[in-house]
């Protein structure tokens, strides 16, 4: 799992169509449900390595990237699949939930 520090420059010629699913974490360190959440996903990214990128955006070190997601509560994920579709969800979810959302866009690439 990657934690994206400059997101203009690591998204810089990136295109998310075509190539491996993302799941985006948009999270504080001072979120107690983000915090909730971290093992999770880091669960998550091993159990889909390969499969499923998984990136991480503290949105206190990126407000830019997080105004421009309209991030208004953390945690948010964005599940986007090979086609670049984007499914949003708010809320530290139960890691079965998030192992679904993982299934649907490494598998079927629908949303």
Request: proline residues 5%; charged residues 25%.
């Amino acid at each position: 799992m990657e934690n994206i520090k400059d997101y203009q420059q690591y998204l810089r010629g990136y295109d998310y169509t075509g190539k491996t699913p993302v799941i985006i974490d948009f999270y504080a360190t001072w979120c107690g449900p983000c915090k909730a959440l971290a093992p999770m996903m880091e669960r998550l990214a091993k159990e889909f390595e390969g499969r499923v990128k998984v990136l991480k955006v503290d949105v206190d070190k990126n407000q830019d990237l997080a105004m421009a997601a309209r991030i208004m509560s953390i945690p948010t994920l964005f599940f986007i699949n090979k086609e670049g579709d984007i499914q949003r969800t708010v809320g530290a979810l139960p890691y079965p939930q998030l192992v679904q959302m993982a299934e649907k866009i490494s598998h079927r690439n629908i949303l």
